[in-house]
Every structure is written in C-alpha cells, then in structure tokens.
C-alpha cells in the first residue's frame, strides 16, 4: 500500500450544501513528502465504525498552498458523508503521500479543461499551477445541476478577473437556465459548440484536454474529440470510479505460479487463475500497493517481466506502456502458467 502518515486538519471550507475543502498542516520533516504535482491526489484513512476504510481525494491546491482536497458528499457515501460532517480542525488522519498519472503533460501552449461536479477537484489545481506558474492560456468548461451546488464558484471567477486574458470559462448548468452561461449536459454532440474558443488565443487541435468526470461523460466525449482530429496522447482523463470493475471474469483455469517482487523483497506464490493479481498478492500477505481496486487510480501498477496477462478494465495506462510490460494489477487475469511481477520497477 502507499506510505501513510499521521496529519491534522488545519482548516475546513465549507463549499457548497454538500461538499467541504479540507487542508492538512505537515510537519516540517515530512515536507519533502509530501511534494506534488498539480492533478494528483491523496489517500484518506478512517476508522468509522470500526470499519478501516480507505479513499482517494484529488488534490485540489496550489503547491504553494496547504495541501487540500475537495470533498463532494456522496449518496451512501461511507467516507464522503463521514468527512462533510463529523471531523474538525485538529483532528488526526492517515494521510497518504501523494501520487497520480492526471499530470499537466507536454509543452502545448493551450489547456483545455472539461469537468463535471466534484471532477473540478484536481482541475483546480492544474489551473492554479498553470495561470499562477506559466504563460500559458487555459480554457474550461465546467458542468453543475447550478451555481449553488458549483464547488470553487468565487475562486475560479476570482481567477477569472485576475487573468482575463488568459483564463476562459463556459459554466453549464443541467437543472437551471442560468442567463448568460449555457444550459444542459456536456455531450458527444455539443462539445465542439463548447469548445468556441476567443480569437487567436485557442487552437483546439494544437491544445492539450483534460477531462474529470462521470465516466459516459469522459468517453463520449474524449471519443468524439479524437473522430474530430486531436491526437489521442494529447487527451488524458480521470475517473474517480468505473463501471466496469464488476465484470472481471476470468475464461482461464488452472493455477498460475506468481513471483513478486515489491521492495526488493521476491515472494513465490500458487494461485488460481481466477483471481486478480492484486488478490492473488494481498491473499499472501504480500504488501503490493493499491488503492482503488478498480482499474481507476493507478496505484497497483506492476512491471510484468514474464508470462502473459489480459486486462479487462484499463482507464490509466498507454498503448506504449502496457507494451512495455506495465499491468494494473487490480485488473489483471494470468493467462499463462508463470508470471514475474515487478512492483519496482515502475
């Protein structure tokens, strides 16, 4: 698992009805730790009714800010309602260092952000870094139900005035007809009227596309970005979950011979065939690193050396990096009867 280390909470921002802006104070010898790059996130870890449970929140700070994160509350939501309403400045929680591939990428000179709800969380941070720290011009499209329920709504028209020659913003609302910003769901077919940029300061081909959001959002529309001519590489997006991660079946049988490697530590292990890389570690008592069990966050990435395995979820990595060996090993099914797993050597 990800390093965890023991912070308080210096501060709580209420956002909106439903969501909170929660920064952590570092001690002075954990601050190299706790260095980031703008999109990345943190692990939060809570005993809530003696129940260990474990979430990611993206980071959604300044690098010179206190580390903070956007916390939306959810519909049974264990974490999410648990953070909006029973924790206070001074209270003590596990903390992991941070880590995440939703990085600003490239040398581009246009960012283009599309987000959706809470999915502004690590976009705040990228628009922070790149207004606050670069030249560049940075253009966002951001979808609410309406302003009331919009996290970051004063920062972001604060940025707004402070860079008005470099800072664009489309606010769409789905629940009500705001005048002045458009009304509706960013959508496959809609997305290229969103995306009218102010004369010579965008090219959409030439921009690099950062999308955070409810996953048919990102598909559809990264789908219909790439059928519109921009380059595959120069579109990345986040998912905070997926669909996808409860159709994990396996059409292989038998028992699989698994070598890890993790810390520099190698272990053998006999598994069925069946279960994930990631059960087959943890079944062991091998500490492989994870997260969100999902094929979303990234963290169990390993470096297949031997054998071969299939990935039914894949939201993370690159063509080029799974041909170069890298597996998510919460999706990962063994389909040969040896595997070398590398942990390390990611």
């Not at 272990?267 to 069925?272: C, E, G, I, L």
């Amino acid at each position: 698992m990800a390093n965890f280390h023991n912070l308080n909470i210096k501060k709580i921002v209420r956002e909106t009805a439903d969501s909170v802006v929660i920064s952590f104070e570092i001690p002075t010898e954990l601050l190299t730790k706790y260095e980031y790059s703008a999109g990345q996130y943190i692990s939060l870890m809570l005993d809530i009714d003696g129940v260990e449970t474990i979430r990611d929140y993206s980071i959604c700070s300044h690098i010179d800010e206190d580390l903070s994160v956007g916390v939306k509350k959810l519909k049974n939501g264990l974490m999410s309602s648990f953070l909006n309403s029973s924790i206070k400045v001074g209270d003590s929680i596990k903390v992991s260092e941070p880590r995440g591939r939703f990085t600003i990428q490239g040398n581009l000179n246009c960012i283009i952000a599309i987000a959706a709800g809470s999915g502004i969380t690590p976009i705040m941070s990228m628009l922070k870094q790149v207004l606050l720290n670069t030249d560049k011009n940075f253009y966002l499209v951001y979808s609410n139900k309406s302003e009331k329920t919009t996290m970051f709504l004063s920062q972001i028209k604060e940025l707004k005035n402070q860079f008005q020659s470099r800072f664009f913003v489309k606010f769409v609302f789905t629940s009500k007809d705001v005048a002045s910003h458009h009304f509706g769901r960013i959508t496959e077919t809609n997305i290229f009227d969103m995306l009218k940029f102010p004369e010579n300061k965008f090219k959409l081909l030439q921009s690099s596309i950062y999308i955070c959001g409810p996953e048919k959002m990102i598909d559809n529309i990264s789908l219909s970005l790439e059928k519109g001519g921009l380059l595959k590489e120069n579109i990345s997006y986040e998912l905070f979950s997926s669909s996808k991660k409860d159709n994990l079946v396996s059409s292989e049988s038998g028992d699989v011979l698994v070598t890890f490697t993790v810390d520099d530590f190698t272990s053998k292990v006999k598994s069925s065939k069946k279960k994930t890389i990631l059960d087959t570690a943890l079944d062991n008592d091998i500490d492989a690193p994870y997260s969100c069990n999902g094929g979303v966050c990234g963290s169990c990435i390993g470096k297949l050396t031997k054998g071969e395995v299939k990935m039914l979820n894949n939201t993370v990595l690159t063509e080029s990096e799974i041909e170069d060996g890298l597996i998510l090993a919460c999706q990962a099914l063994a389909v040969s009867d040896e595997l070398d797993i590398d942990f390390d050597d990611v």
